[in-house]
């Protein structure tokens, strides 16, 4: 697949975003500081024009609250931080994977379509690029291990080096 090869995102019906609730309407404290939180991740890394930084951007905020969630159990760590990377892409309202950065962080959303899109763009440069872009972030290759716990269909190269 060339680097131009472009990988339609279906629809959806239904976005986890549309469960956060306005400013001012969480539940508690807590959950307004995570939406909050929510909120800043997203707008950084919209702020990002290319792929490159953004994903970057965003392992360095999922980096941070893994820090936080050392106490939870792996899988719901890992459904939280797809949870995380889902609500931040719904956002850019993208419509296709264009890139392998784009791509690395899609297939390990919540939405299974959108996973299957990734991996799909994916596929062909496991054992070429993305094995390089892999090996470089560590903070990739533990989300991934985490989200595979909660979403079985990652595949164990995007959770190690594979070459």
């Not at 472009?6 to 975003?17: A, F, K, M």
């Not at 931040?88 to 309202?93: A, D, S």
Request: hydrophobic share 45%; glycine share 6%.
């Amino acid at each position: 697949m060339a680097d131009d090869a472009r990988i339609e995102l279906p629809p959806l019906g239904r976005l986890l975003r549309s469960d956060i609730p306005a400013p001012g309407r969480a539940a508690n404290k807590d959950q307004e500081q995570m939406f909050a939180a929510l909120e800043a991740i997203s707008s950084a890394v919209m702020t990002e024009p290319h792929w490159r930084e953004r994903a970057d951007g965003l392992l360095a905020c999922i980096e941070t609250v893994l820090v936080g969630w050392t106490d939870m159990p792996r899988d719901e760590t890992g459904f939280g931080m797809s949870g995380i990377l889902t609500i931040v892409i719904e956002k850019l309202e993208e419509a296709e994977v264009v890139c392998l950065q784009q791509a690395a962080i899609y297939a390990l959303c919540m939405h299974a379509p959108w996973r299957a899109a990734g991996r799909e763009w994916l596929l062909p440069h496991r054992k070429t690029e993305l094995a390089d872009w892999v090996k470089d972030r560590p903070t990739y290759r533990r989300l991934a291990r985490l989200v595979g716990m909660a979403h079985r269909d990652v595949p164990s190269w995007l959770k190690e080096v594979a070459r």
